[in-house]
């Protein structure tokens, strides 16, 4: 096969000292779809950020298409036909798909090109959209459009551009499974016409399903590359983490106390005030689990937004511990014992301008132990940091890093951290393994369940079907904003018996009964 790229001994120190990269090599064939994993921090987006000119290396080579370049900046990457889609979007929400495809590229007509050709944009984008099969309307505003649609607009956006080496950064971490699925049809369509993909992903099932050959990093070198034919999963994770790594959670049968949190009746609207959820009830007790499963969409975001103060209650009632939460504010309510890990962490789940150490105790620094009179103590506070970063291996050169500089990965084990060092009496986890690597899955996944033998009630939201199965005791199916199912996850239950209930065909099955009756 023809070498397209080549990255040869990369490395790259910060001013700080902070080595991301300690001397990385990578070899891309044309025509391919190459994996790149490794653990959070380990040097992957960093590599990438110098390849398309993000970063300027400290040193080392890199060559495309046979020839030595050096990119200083983007536009440069984009002139040499490489494209990259970030993990988390770069779209203008206010515009529409086609505004967002040709920004900055707009065609244009009249005397100097003075004024923008809208009829040859919009002919332009509906045939890239017809050429690549990533359907999508170039009328409709992006904030209107699901999650997966503006993946596609991302794609669409560096095709349009010329792309031939396409860079992917986490590009399933906020798409649901069938998402993810019609992605990757789209990826193989693109290899098809003689595109190259480097893939990043923590999911060691995708690297399986999708990729020739993958590159393993660890500790900012490069460990391995393997064709993916010739190996598998465990060896995988073996090379990124140096330690075997459980695929399964290891659990005891669940002890259910009393109930911790009540739900009956709950109703509330949408952001655009469309009925979002319809008469929820539900009882999570002490000593449990609870998964919510179903497609992203069908009310789970305004679930949890509707327990932790988030968004109005229309109608119903949310009791903790005998406690009314309708009506309370996010401090209150947050004052109370419950932990959320939100699903966003960039939004609402940390704050990227204050440092890790003010992350860690952002809705507990009135406790005693963190003031020294009127104020904050530091000390204490410096060293509560260090004690969680070793907990939750957050990988930061200190606790004095800004929230906003870290991986994904290790802004989630910040925000999980955080959360659990309350020792809530109820955790509501929602995708609380997006975007982290698969130590960091295992670990969380333990620390989850460890706070359910200790006694706490958890509400666990993910869009990992598997994940729901592996650490639920119950699970309650969610449909159109309604729970259609609560099953008992015995071993006899399958993820096609869940599925069947997450399309609504066993609440049209029960509509039927009921009215043969």
Same mark, same amino acid.
């Given at each position: 096969?023809?070498?397209?790229?080549?990255?040869?001994?990369?490395?790259?120190?910060?001013?700080?000292?902070?080595?991301?990269?300690?001397?990385?090599?990578?070899?891309?064939?044309?025509?391919?779809?190459?994996?790149?994993?490794?653990?959070?921090?380990?040097?992957?987006?960093?590599?990438?950020?110098?390849?398309?000119?993000? !970063?300027?290396?400290?040193?080392?080579?890199?060559?495309?298409? =046979?020839?030595?370049?050096?990119?200083?900046?983007?536009?440069?990457?984009?002139?040499?036909?490489?494209?990259?889609?970030?993990?988390?979007?770069? $779209?203008?929400?206010?515009?529409?798909?086609? !505004?967002?495809?040709?920004?900055?590229?707009?065609?244009?007509?009249?005397? $100097? %090109?003075?004024?923008?050709?809208?009829?040859?944009?919009?002919?332009?984008?509906?045939?890239?959209?017809?050429?690549?099969?990533?359907?999508?309307?170039?009328?409709? &505003?992006?904030?209107?459009?699901?999650?997966?649609?503006?993946?596609?607009?991302?794609?669409?956006?560096?095709?349009?551009? =010329?792309?031939?080496?396409?860079?992917?950064?986490?590009?399933?971490?906020?798409?649901?499974?069938?998402?993810?699925?019609?992605?990757?049809?789209?990826?193989?369509?693109?290899?098809?016409?003689?595109?190259?993909?480097?893939?990043?992903?923590? #999911?060691?099932?995708?690297?399986?399903?999708?990729?020739?050959?993958?590159?393993?990093?660890?500790?900012? #070198?490069?460990?391995?590359?393997?064709?993916?034919?010739?190996?598998?999963?465990?060896?995988?994770?073996?090379?990124?983490?140096?330690?075997?790594?459980?695929?399964?959670?290891?659990?005891?049968?669940?002890?259910?106390?009393?109930?911790?949190?009540?739900?009956?009746? +709950?109703?509330?609207?949408?952001?655009?005030?469309?009925?979002?959820?319809?008469?929820?009830?539900?009882?999570?007790?002490?000593?449990?689990?609870?998964?919510?499963?179903?497609?992203?969409?069908?009310?789970?975001?305004?679930?949890?937004?509707?327990?932790?103060?988030?968004?109005?209650?229309?109608?119903?009632?949310?009791?903790?511990?005998?406690?009314?939460?309708?009506? #309370?504010?996010?401090?209150?309510?947050?004052?109370?014992?419950?932990?959320?890990?939100?699903?966003?962490?960039?939004?609402?789940?940390? %704050?990227?301008?204050?440092?890790?150490? !003010?992350?860690?105790?952002?809705?507990?620094?009135?406790?005693?132990?963190?003031?020294?009179?009127?104020?904050?103590?530091?000390?204490?506070?410096?060293?509560?940091?260090?004690?969680?970063?070793?907990?939750?291996?957050?990988?930061?050169?200190? !606790?004095?890093?800004?929230?906003?500089?870290?991986?994904?990965?290790?802004?989630?084990?910040?925000?999980?951290?955080?959360?659990?060092?309350?020792?809530?009496?109820?955790?509501?986890? %929602?995708?609380?393994?997006? =975007?982290?690597?698969?130590?960091?899955?295992?670990?969380?996944? &333990?620390?989850?369940?460890?706070?359910?033998?200790?006694?706490?009630?958890?509400? +666990?939201?993910?869009?990992?079907? %598997?994940?729901?199965?592996?650490?639920?005791?119950?699970?309650?199916?969610?449909?159109?904003?309604?729970?259609?199912?609560?099953?008992?996850?015995?071993?006899? +239950?399958?993820?096609?018996?869940?599925?069947?209930?997450?399309?609504?065909?066993?609440?049209?099955?029960?509509? #039927?009964?009921?009215?043969?009756?």
């Amino acid at each position: 096969m023809t070498i397209l790229l080549e990255m040869k001994d990369i490395h790259k120190v910060y001013p700080n000292g902070t080595a991301a990269n300690r001397g990385v090599d990578l070899t891309v064939y044309e025509g391919e779809i190459h994996a790149l994993v490794g653990e959070n921090g380990a040097g992957k987006s960093t590599l990438m950020k110098i390849l398309f000119g993000l !970063e300027a290396p400290t040193s080392g080579t890199i060559e495309y298409k =046979g020839k030595p370049v050096s990119f200083k900046g983007p536009k440069d990457a984009i002139e040499q036909g490489m494209g990259m889609v970030h993990q988390h979007f770069m $779209l203008a929400p206010s515009l529409s798909v086609s !505004e967002n495809i040709v920004l900055g590229e707009e065609p244009k007509k009249g005397p $100097l %090109s003075m004024f923008r050709d809208r009829a040859t944009e919009r002919r332009g984008i509906v045939k890239l959209i017809e050429t690549y099969g990533l359907k999508v309307d170039p009328d409709a &505003r992006v904030e209107t459009i699901p999650v997966g649609q503006k993946q596609r607009v991302e794609i669409l956006k560096v095709l349009y551009r =010329g792309a031939r080496l396409i860079i992917l950064d986490e590009p399933t971490a906020v798409l649901t499974p069938q998402e993810t699925d019609e992605l990757f049809a789209s990826i193989k369509a693109l290899v098809g016409q003689g595109y190259t993909i480097i893939f990043i992903t923590h #999911k060691l099932r995708e690297v399986m399903e999708i990729s020739n050959r993958v590159t393993v990093i660890k500790a900012g #070198k490069t460990i391995a590359t393997l064709n993916t034919k010739e190996t598998n999963p465990e060896q995988i994770s073996r090379l990124m983490v140096g330690r075997e790594v459980l695929f399964r959670v290891e659990k005891q049968p669940a002890e259910p106390k009393e109930p911790v949190l009540s739900i009956r009746d +709950l109703h509330s609207v949408d952001d655009k005030g469309a009925p979002a959820l319809r008469g929820i009830s539900l009882d999570i007790r002490a000593g449990e689990v609870v998964g919510i499963a179903g497609v992203e969409g069908n009310g789970q975001t305004e679930l949890v937004e509707a327990i932790t103060g988030l968004r109005r209650a229309t109608s119903g009632s949310i009791r903790y511990l005998d406690k009314e939460l309708v009506g #309370k504010s996010v401090a209150n309510i947050r004052a109370m014992k419950i932990g959320h890990v939100p699903e966003d962490r960039q939004t609402t789940g940390a %704050s990227l301008t204050s440092t890790i150490a !003010e992350n860690l105790i952002l809705d507990h620094y009135r406790n005693p132990e963190f003031k020294r009179g009127p104020f904050l103590n530091k000390k204490k506070i410096k060293q509560f940091a260090k004690v969680m970063m070793e907990i939750f291996d957050v990988r930061a050169q200190n !606790e004095e890093v800004l929230a906003g500089s870290l991986s994904g990965g290790n802004l989630q084990k910040v925000v999980i951290a955080r959360e659990l060092s309350k020792n809530p009496k109820l955790l509501i986890a %929602s995708q609380p393994t997006r =975007g982290v690597d698969i130590g960091a899955i295992e670990f969380i996944h &333990r620390e989850i369940i460890k706070r359910r033998d200790g006694g706490a009630a958890v509400l +666990l939201v993910s869009a990992e079907l %598997s994940e729901v199965m592996a650490l639920s005791d119950r699970i309650a199916v969610i449909y159109e904003g309604e729970i259609v199912a609560v099953l008992d996850n015995t071993p006899e +239950l399958t993820e096609e018996n869940i599925g069947y209930y997450m399309l609504g065909l066993g609440k049209k099955h029960r509509e #039927k009964e009921g009215a043969a009756q």
